[in-house]
């Protein structure tokens, strides 16, 4: 079981920046793939970003690459999302989340069985 606790969200005027950390629990933190979703009002939770368990691979839908960054610490169990550059269409909940199954390496939501609260990012124009 892994449980995750997402903080640093809030409202940040268009071309600023936000850092999301995502704290997860267990011994086990390090075998896991983390990823970065997020979901707009309307809309379907889509993919933004995920981190192989060693970091050694990192993925990024089209619309963030360049402006984002994903990172973890696994001696914190803790995983990031560095935002730059930041619009308006970035606004949405962003959810932390953790691969089902320890050494799987996936983007696709359904390959996530733990999930944290969401935190809130909005960007003003």
């Known amino acids: 079981q892994v449980q995750l606790v997402e903080s640093g969200g809030g409202l940040v005027q268009a071309g600023g920046s936000l850092r999301l950390s995502c704290a997860g629990s267990?011994?086990?933190?390090?075998?896991?793939?983390m990823g970065w979703f997020r979901q707009a009002p309307g809309k379907e939770r889509e993919f933004v970003a995920a981190t192989s368990w060693s970091g050694g691979n990192t993925d990024y839908t089209d619309s963030v690459k360049g402006r984002f960054t994903i990172s973890r610490d696994n001696a914190k169990s803790t995983v990031y999302l560095q935002m730059s550059s930041l619009k308006p269409e970035d606004t949405a909940v962003y959810y932390c989340a953790a691969a089902t199954s320890r050494w799987s390496y996936s983007t696709s939501r359904w390959s996530y069985g733990y999930w944290g609260q969401g935190t809130q990012v909005t960007v003003s124009s």
């Open positions: 267990g011994r086990t933190f390090s075998t896991y793939t």
